[in-house]
């Protein structure tokens, strides 16, 4: 079994920055295509950032690109979300989540790490 664990949320002004992390455990990392989701209050859930298995293809959504980067270390078991000027809006519960087909839905999810953005 595959498992997530998201860290790194927090509490932050906007204009500030944080890096978010995933750890990945249970089978080849290296395997399995990555993505970063946020659910915002009252709001569905969206996509937010994807990596390939090597990490060298990515995409964003347009409301994080230019501000957010995802990054991923294979020998750490680890993908990243760095976050640059944040805005409120950005507020929401932030996930990673893992599939091994590039596309189609993602099979594995984390339990999500809150960050709250205040103006």
């Known amino acids: 079994q595959v498992q997530l664990v998201e860290s790194g949320g927090g509490l932050v002004q906007a204009g500030d920055s944080l890096r978010l992390s995933c750890v990945v455990s249970?089978?080849?990392?290296?395997?399995?295509?990555m993505g970063w989701f946020r659910r915002a209050p009252g709001k569905e859930r969206e996509f937010a950032a994807f990596?390939?298995?090597?990490?060298?293809?990515?995409s964003y959504a347009d409301s994080v690109k230019g501000r957010f980067t995802i990054s991923r270390d294979n020998a750490k078991n680890t993908v990243y979300l760095q976050m640059n000027t944040l805005k409120p809006e950005d507020t929401a519960v932030y996930y990673c989540?893992?599939?091994?087909?590039?596309?189609?839905?993602?099979?594995?999810w984390g339990q999500g790490t809150q960050v709250t953005v205040s103006s």
């Open positions: 990596a390939s298995k090597s990490g060298h293809s990515t």
């Open positions: 989540a893992a599939k091994y087909y590039s596309t189609g839905q993602y099979d594995y």
């Open positions: 249970g089978r080849a990392f290296s395997s399995y295509n």
